[in-house]
């Protein structure tokens, strides 16, 4: 069911300049930067072979990255997988143990479905499973 990493994502605290470093000194394009209310972040996107670099900046001093920022500093914050079955994904994970963030899918960056498996459940690293299929029949 998952079908590829689909991006690394990284807490910083100036989306502005970290764009630029990663343009002059990786000598990559950003692809394009998008807003996601829900989760509180600016984004912006890189392709780096394949996978994405989602660099996320917070729009507020209480969403998750900057309570992320303020505890670790600006670093890698998740590991996203594509999945083809995200419901069947979470259950799979609920299945093995795995701690949910979200119990069903959000809305995420580029239109996508995601949702969050805490980091005590999957090795210390919070993991996203996203897709961009809509939700099943229920």
Same mark, same amino acid.
């Given at each position: 069911?998952?079908?590829?990493?689909?991006?690394?994502? %990284?807490?910083?605290?100036?989306?502005?300049? &970290? $764009?630029?470093?990663?343009?002059?000194?990786? #000598?990559?394009?950003?692809?394009?930067?998008? *807003?996601?209310? *829900?989760?509180?972040?600016?984004?912006?996107?890189?392709? &780096? #072979?394949? =996978?994405? %670099?989602?660099?996320?900046?917070?729009?507020?001093?209480?969403?998750?990255? +900057?309570?992320?920022?303020?505890?670790?500093? *600006?670093?890698?914050?998740?590991?996203?997988?594509?999945?083809?079955?995200?419901? &069947?994904?979470?259950?799979?994970?609920?299945? &093995? #143990?795995?701690?949910? $963030?979200?119990?069903?899918?959000? +809305?995420?960056?580029?239109?996508?479905?995601?949702?969050?498996?805490?980091?005590?459940?999957?090795?210390? $690293?919070? =993991?996203?499973?996203?897709?961009?299929?809509?939700?099943?029949?229920?």
């Amino acid at each position: 069911m998952i079908r590829r990493i689909d991006h690394i994502g %990284i807490a910083v605290k100036s989306l502005d300049a &970290a $764009v630029e470093m990663y343009e002059r000194a990786l #000598g990559l394009r950003c692809l394009r930067r998008e *807003e996601v209310p *829900e989760q509180q972040a600016r984004m912006a996107f890189f392709d &780096a #072979g394949g =996978t994405h %670099i989602e660099l996320l900046e917070p729009t507020g001093d209480d969403g998750p990255i +900057a309570r992320f920022l303020e505890r670790h500093g *600006e670093g890698i914050h998740h590991l996203a997988f594509e999945t083809d079955d995200i419901e &069947a994904q979470l259950e799979r994970a609920r299945a &093995a #143990g795995c701690r949910l $963030v979200h119990e069903r899918p959000v +809305a995420g960056a580029g239109g996508k479905r995601i949702a969050f498996l805490h980091p005590r459940s999957t090795c210390g $690293v919070l =993991t996203e499973l996203c897709s961009i299929r809509p939700h099943r029949d229920r």
